[in-house]
T-cell receptor
Framework: AAGVIQSPRHLIKEKRETATLKCYPI?????VYWYQQGPGQDPQFLIS???????DKGSIPDRFSAQQFSDYHSELNMSSLELGDSALYFC????????????FGPGTRLLVL | GNSVTQMEGPVTLSEEAFLTINCTYT??????LFWYVQYPGEGLQLLLK?????DKGSNKGFEATYRKETTSFHLEKGSVQVSDSAVYFC?????????FGKGTSLLVTP
């Protein structure tokens, strides 16, 4: 079965640079979620989208923004990167606006030098 | 707000031992409860879930029961294998997001 696809899988950036992470949900899933998992930490919810509209917001820094496109893929844009942004970024998707099981992608590992 | 508390790891067991990883939660309302597993270097995989009180989720020999009276969702497996070595996260649904516990690392030795 098709799974959530994230790209790139690994990314290395310098401080103050920008990064864009992409997420392609499971086909026919209309909701995507972004999580950040620091080293040795639990995943923290950043933001979610349902039918291309932001549906919920968590601990996403103001330097980050995200959107969902008409084909339901989503992009997380990160600017003015800081060392502390180094983490594993997960995208998850569900079929409805919420309360359904979230299926996670493999994650993008971002390293900020 | 809602929160999840898991027993701290690491937990080290011998193969075929019995496993229990405790998870308790605080929540307003009646959230769904989940266990996710993360193998080394990989993403999160749903292991099992329960959506209402007294529901039992089970998968791959693991099981957990949603206990409203004790606000718990403990993960159990009767006989662990080396391949079960991973980090296990208890989580609850909070609106449109998942609220995770800190994770419990499990190491199973031959």
């Amino acid at each position: 079965a098709a799974g959530v696809i994230q790209s790139p899988r690994h990314l290395i950036k310098e401080k103050r640079e920008t990064a864009t992470l992409k997420c392609y949900p499971i086909p026919r899933h209309d909701t995507v979620y972004w999580y950040q998992q620091g080293p040795g930490q639990d995943p923290q919810f950043l933001i979610s989208f349902y039918e291309k509209m932001q549906s919920d917001k968590g601990s996403i820094p103001d330097r980050f923004s995200a959107q969902q496109f008409s084909d339901y893929h989503s992009e997380l844009n990160m600017s003015s990167l800081e060392l502390g942004d180094s983490a594993l970024y997960f995208c998850a998707s569900t079929k409805t606006g919420g309360l359904e099981t979230q299926y996670f992608g493999p994650g993008t590992r971002l390293l900020v030098l | 707000g809602n929160s999840v508390t898991q027993m701290e790891g690491p937990v080290t067991l011998s193969e075929e031992a019995f496993l229990t990883i405790n998870c308790t939660y605080t929540a307003t309302g009646y959230p769904s409860l989940f266990w996710y597993v993360q193998y080394p270097g990989e993403g999160l995989q749903l292991l099992l879930k329960a959506t209402k009180a007294d529901d039992k989720g089970s998968n791959k020999g693991f099981e957990a029961t949603y206990r409203k009276e004790t606000t718990s969702f403990h993960l159990e497996k009767g006989s662990v294998q080396v391949s079960d070595s991973a980090v296990y996260f208890c989580a609850l649904s909070e609106g449109n997001a998942l609220n995770f516990g800190k994770g419990t690392s499990l190491l199973v030795t031959p």
